[in-house]
């Protein structure tokens, strides 16, 4: 098993570009979240999936929006970057309902806007 | 909504023991810890769930305090395997749905 894949690992936009990170599990994990990491912040909830079609917010949604159309694959679409998107994003994926099972991580996707 | 990491950071020398604590203002449904190393993504350590199953690992042990709402990590006889940038994560019900939030994390350090 491939576990959780992310792509690109490392991308630079130009503000007000978009751009979707990819994620991916192999798993056949229900629950799917996106969570950006920031100095000092830890880790923040951006959305999170409990199945494929079904999808929510989490403490900081501005600014993205998701989609789960397979319970393999969950992307983050940046809909206008701006520099405050600028973190790691890490996708992470647990067997069930999120929150009392073992959350597998990705590797993570560097972001830079400029 | 974030719970609350204390302390924020600490070193200590190989051997000796650590104790890392999480609070939180909502009530709790379960309480995760995580490692990460710098650099690379978290991984799990142990899952505390309400009523006092646990799910842990090796030498790590944790403790779950639904009434006040608060976890502790239990780090003892360190091992330089041990530094990283550790990871409570609560689950609650924010906004009507029961989500998990993750504190802003305890550097730990540990020198030979």
């Known amino acids: 098993n491939a576990g959780v894949t992310q792509t690109p690992k490392f991308q630079v936009l130009k503000t007000g570009q978009s751009m979707t990170l990819q994620c991916a599990q192999d798993?056949?994990?229900?629950?799917m979240s996106w969570y950006r990491q920031d100095p000092g912040m830890g880790l923040r909830l951006i959305h999170y999936?409990?199945?494929?079609?079904?999808?929510d917010q989490g403490e900081v949604p501005n600014g993205y929006n998701v989609s789960r159309s397979t319970t393999e694959d969950f992307p983050l679409r940046l809909l206008s970057a701006a520099p405050s998107q600028t973190s790691v994003y890490f996708c992470?994926?647990?067997?069930?309902?999120?929150?009392?099972?073992?959350?597998?991580f990705g590797p993570g996707t560097r972001l830079t806007v400029t | 909504q974030q719970p609350v990491q204390s302390p924020q950071a600490v070193i200590l020398r190989e051997g000796e023991d650590a104790v890392i604590n999480c609070s939180s203002s909502?009530?709790?449904?379960?309480v995760h810890w995580y490692r990460q190393k710098h650099g690379e993504a978290p991984v799990f350590l142990m899952i505390?769930?309400?009523?006092?199953e646990q799910k842990g690992h090796e030498k790590i042990s944790a403790s779950f305090n639904e009434k006040k709402q608060q976890s502790s990590l239990y780090l003892t006889a360190s091992q330089l395997s041990y530094s990283g940038t550790y990871f409570c994560g609560v689950a609650a019900i924010i906004q009507g749905a029961q989500k998990l939030v993750f504190g802003q994390g305890t550097r730990l350090t540990i020198n030979p």
């Open positions: 798993m056949n994990h229900e629950y």
């Open positions: 999936s409990v199945g494929a079609g079904i999808t």
């Open positions: 909502k009530a709790l449904y379960s």
């Open positions: 505390l769930l309400k009523g006092g």
């Open positions: 992470a994926s647990s067997y069930s309902k999120g929150t009392t099972y073992e959350q597998y």
